[in-house]
């Protein structure tokens, strides 16, 4: 057996002379060991060891404007391997959504992480940083529905949340609670913050009652004496 060693390239290896060395290349790389013995015989041998790619891309926070939902999204770079499991970490509190993107609703400061992980076990970790979401747009439509033939609806709203001075339109127009005698019909409500943040809702007015039909038949009295009646139908 040979009584010497000579590995090429030495980069990644432990030891170049040694008979075993432990490799750690960064890439793909095809290693020869050159053996002499005592006699000063020769030998060559050479082995491969295939590092595949790590998953490639980047973290990034999609903000859509400064408003709710907010999503850290990853996004993939082409020359990278494909993506097939997520770990996400929100505020370090593990999240299992096996999805390239994590949504947030709620207000508040999030530190947001994951791990991405390929079909080999490669895998990589980042994180972004959310802060802060305002909290989001809550509208609040009641609508008074007509009792009585003739009536119409009253539409009273609100809206909450989001950031500044929020403002509500039906369709194009302005308007302000309340929406006094509103004809029937499928309407929709949008309200928008200080940041361009939207929230619509939609509502509906009924038809009023149909009219009440009363209908009296009277009977006259015959005789002196009798009385007379009357009867009612609705």
Sequence with gaps: GATSYSWTPTFGLSCTTCSNP??????????????TDAFGCIGTASTSILINPLPSGILTRDDKNNCVPFCAVFKVN?????????????????????????????????????????????????????????????????????ACFGNKG??????????????????????????????????????????????????VVNAAPAAITLSAVATQPLCNGQLGSVAFTT
């Design 78 to 146: 082409a020359l990278g391997s494909p993506i097939v499991n997520t770990v996400w970490q929100v505020n370090n509190q593990t999240v299992f959504t096996p999805t390239l993107s994590y949504c947030l609703n709620k207000a508040g400061s999030y530190t947001v992480g994951a791990l991405f992980s390929d079909a080999n076990g490669c895998s990589i970790s980042q994180i972004v940083t959310i802060n802060p979401i305002p909290a989001p747009i809550v509208l609040t439509i009641n609508v008074a529905q007509p």
């Design 22 to 35: 432990i490799a750690t290349p960064t890439s793909t790389t095809i290693y020869t060991v050159t053996g």
């Design 154 to 203: 009253t539409v009273t709203f609100f809206a909450t949340g989001g950031t500044g001075t929020i403002s509500i339109k039906l369709g194009a127009l302005p308007v302000t609670s309340p929406l006094n005698n509103w004809n029937p019909g499928t309407y929709s409500l949008t309200a928008t913050d200080a940041n361009g943040c939207t929230k619509s809702q939609t509502f």
